[in-house]
């Protein structure tokens, strides 16, 4: 087989995408018209139920409203889009990643994530407990077994510690955002510096984020979190920054 | 109720679009999967059958899937079919906001109280924020506003005070905190009267709101994230079972 089958449902994706990014760079700012369905499919030489498709997910996302008789009026996403939207407006279809919401981001990330800490440290159950010391003890390990431990590694063990974290706080919201979260710090760390010294001996506060939530000491939980997190939003926030 | 005549009068109906036959069979497929009637790994009927269980056509169960799978819910497996995916794990915050309201009309509690405890921590925060740049004209709207607030007769509805709330966010330019406000505003314009009404405890603490605004003004980021809070925390507690620690 030379190739590989490709999805009808890519070829709107792809449309969708180019046109969220436009939107959301203000290429077509609020308030200005898309080109017709047709020329849409000129220009992207594709079909036209591929283009409805994509104005359909548009519209879904409150992105644009589709006018009845045809027009696509683009919305002013900062007023109408919802939180679904927030993992791309960090980073763009082709892995561009914006300075401005990325910041935004990490700070919604941190005040959350201080705030799953303490939830979790008053409602966390001795399973959930094991669970954050198996994750903590594994992220450890990374951390001493090598010797230049890879960003992506680090950031993953240190995600599946935030991941039991959050079940534990058993807050379904923040379950959901912390995975749009993760998704986003896979994209940042390409930013890392290959030496990765930005993220070397960060493991205490999750020491002490664990100890706390199984000592169901909220306040003392809360305080390692903002510490780990706080790191993490520093460091991001510098690397983007520049990278901007 | 009655509607004015227009000029359309003359029509019996008024078109129901292919999107809205997706939509009810996106919301049933939805309900499904979060409810773990239809279980992480298995395989949903085919794209035909699904067809015929609802009556559709099968462009209205392609754009539903397609909805489903851009939320993370599902995998479409060429050669294999639908399958359901660990949606606690993939899934993004879009399911948690179409999973507010459930099929039945009614809401899904957890979730309620999710957002609620979310919009408490994210407003408070930017309470925060603001005392740290309080620009003048910023303190002198919030000022007005709470005035406003103040006038108001004792009898008069609860409201969210969203335009305070709306006013505070813009003005600590964060756009993640912008749409997390937004999806508030998402939902709530879909809530029932007195569920609003929910939403709206603690719109008559003007002398918290008084000493947020205050707090702003004299830059106590502290202060201002603590007035906030207690001027949020008691929707949350509506619906929040395990009470938060007394601290």
């Given at each position: ?178 995975n ?65 | ?39 992480a ?31 993370g819910l599902?995998d ?9 995916g660990n949606w606690r794990s993939d899934a993004t ?155």
């Open positions: 087989m030379i190739v590989n089958p490709v999805a009808r449902q890519s070829v709107a994706d792809a449309v969708y995408a180019q046109l969220r990014d436009a939107i959301i760079d203000d290429v077509q700012p609020a308030g200005s018209t898309l080109p017709s369905e047709r020329e849409l499919s000129e220009q992207a030489g594709v079909n036209r139920q591929a283009i409805r498709e994509a104005l359909q997910r548009l519209r879904e996302a409150n992105l644009v409203t589709i006018v009845h008789g045809g027009g696509v009026r683009v919305r002013d996403w900062r007023r109408t889009a919802d939180l679904a939207l927030l993992p791309e407006v960090v980073v763009s279809a082709d892995g561009r990643i914006r300075p401005e919401p990325s910041m935004a981001m990490l700070q919604l990330r941190t005040v959350l994530g201080v705030d799953a800490a303490r939830l979790a440290a008053e409602r966390v159950t001795p399973e959930g407990i094991e669970l954050l010391r198996e994750r903590l003890a594994t992220a450890v390990a990374t951390h001493d077994a090598v010797a230049n431990p890879s960003s992506a590694t680090m950031i993953a063990a240190y995600e599946r510690i935030w991941i039991a974290v959050v079940d534990a706080s058993k807050n379904i919201a923040y379950r959901l955002m912390n749009s979260f993760n998704a986003a710090s896979v994209q940042f760390s390409r930013l890392l510096p290959a030496d990765d010294t930005a993220r070397r001996d960060h493991t205490e506060p999750y020491v002490r984020l664990v100890d706390a939530i199984a000592a169901h000491d909220p306040d003392a939980a809360a305080d390692a979190a903002s510490h780990a997190l706080g790191v993490a939003e520093r460091v991001m926030t510098m690397l983007v920054s520049n990278s901007g | 109720m009655s509607t004015p005549p227009t000029a359309a009068a003359s029509r019996v109906v008024t078109s129901v679009s292919r999107t809205s036959v997706a939509d009810q069979l996106h919301a049933q497929l939805r309900t499904a999967i979060l409810s773990g009637a239809q279980a790994g298995s395989l949903l009927p085919s794209e035909r059958e699904l067809a015929e269980q609802a009556g559709v056509n099968r462009q209205a169960v392609r754009e539903a899937l397609q909805r489903l799978r851009q939320a599902i479409i497996v060429q050669g294999e079919g639908v399958r359901v915050i879009a399911v948690l906001l179409d999973g507010v309201f459930q099929a039945n009309g009614g809401l899904d509690v957890d979730i309620v109280a999710s957002l609620l405890r979310m919009r408490q921590v994210a407003l408070a925060d930017a309470a925060r924020r603001l005392a740290c740049t309080r620009p003048d004209d910023v303190v002198a709207t919030l000022r007005s506003m709470v005035a406003e607030m103040r006038a108001e007769p004792d009898d008069a509805p609860s409201t969210p005070r969203f335009e305070f709330w709306g006013h505070l966010i813009d003005s600590c330019g964060n756009v993640a905190y912008r749409l997390a406000f937004n999806t508030q505003l998402g939902i709530a314009a879909r809530l029932p009267p007195e569920m609003l009404e929910f939403l709206s405890a603690g719109s008559k603490m003007i002398d918290e709101y008084d000493r947020l605004v205050e707090a702003i003004a004299a830059g106590d980021a502290d202060a201002a994230a603590h007035e906030a809070d207690n001027i949020l925390g008691p929707a949350s507690r509506l619906f929040d079972t395990p009470a938060p620690a007394a601290s």
